[in-house]
């Protein structure tokens, strides 16, 4: 049987102070419990940006107004294989909060533990703490 190819966009959402907003996965989830950047699945015919603008929306209650690419990732687990398109998000109007429900927190860029999040944003996590950059 093939898996299923997820297409995710991710927001990093950071603010002026160098901290990202991060959400916890629903326990009933995929990889739940673990803490992600917000996001989703992309819609048929939608590009990355339109996903991230899409969901940051219904997510966490922004509209995001200025994003930058920073990386894709590859991601194979047993049962699908995901792309997921990382943006920093620095730039959005309204405040960022758990619209659905779900857990989240600000935290210092510096502090972020990437056994807290999934596997396939390990890599994005230890990026973001060696490159605290302002």
């Not at 590009?47 to 991601?75: C, S």
């Not at 533990?113 to 703490?129: C, G, H, K, Q, Y």
């Amino acid at each position: 049987m093939e898996k299923k190819h997820l297409h995710i966009a991710a927001g990093i959402i950071k603010n002026s102070q160098d901290e990202i907003f991060i959400t916890q996965r629903h326990v009933d989830s995929h990889m739940g419990g673990f803490w992600e950047f917000p996001g989703g699945k992309l819609e048929q015919g939608e590009t990355p940006e339109q996903a991230l603008i899409r969901e940051l929306r219904e997510e966490v209650g922004i509209t995001v107004t200025h994003w930058e690419l920073m990386d894709t990732i590859q991601h194979d687990f047993p049962d699908r294989n995901i792309t997921l398109y990382f943006f920093m998000v620095d730039k959005w109007e309204d405040k960022p909060f758990g619209k659905e429900g779900q857990p989240f927190r600000w935290v210092p860029q510096s502090a972020l533990i990437a056994d807290e999040f999934p596997p396939a944003n390990r890599s994005i996590v230890a990026f973001l703490t060696k490159n605290n950059a302002h």
